[in-house]
Each structure stands twice: as C-alpha cells, then as structure tokens.
C-alpha cells in the first residue's frame, strides 16, 4: 500500500462536495480496522480504496482490445 506518492493536505474549500458512501456496519468497522491499523483516518482509507480502484480500474480498460 505504499505505491500512492505523498499528498499534503487540501487547502479548505478547494475540494468539490463530499461524496457520500454507503457501507452496512460489517463494513464500517472493518475500514475502521484497517484505517486504525495504518494509523490512518477514516476518510484517508476511503481515499486510498477509491484511488486504488480507480488505478486498477484504468488498467483493466487499458487492456481490454478495442473494436
């Protein structure tokens, strides 16, 4: 989990809205697990899973043959 390169903090405001997430409490808690373990918050691992799907997401799409 250390391939992400180092980003500092946001500037206040400069995000767009926040994007709501949907989790049953199963998976709260276990994000919340995982989030505490790398002494992270929760919405830092939130990032993370996103940015990391998005990452493997573009691979996939990348690899698929076009017609």
Do not use: Q
Request: glycine letters at 8%.
């Amino acid at each position: 989990m250390n391939n992400l390169s180092k980003v500092g903090r946001i500037a206040k405001g400069i995000t767009s809205r926040p994007l709501g997430v949907r989790l049953t409490p199963d998976e709260v808690d276990e994000v919340e697990g995982y989030a505490k373990k790398l002494e992270r918050s929760r919405a830092w691992f939130l990032r993370f899973l996103i940015l990391r799907g998005l990452a493997d997401y573009k691979r996939e799409l990348a690899s698929k043959p076009t017609h």
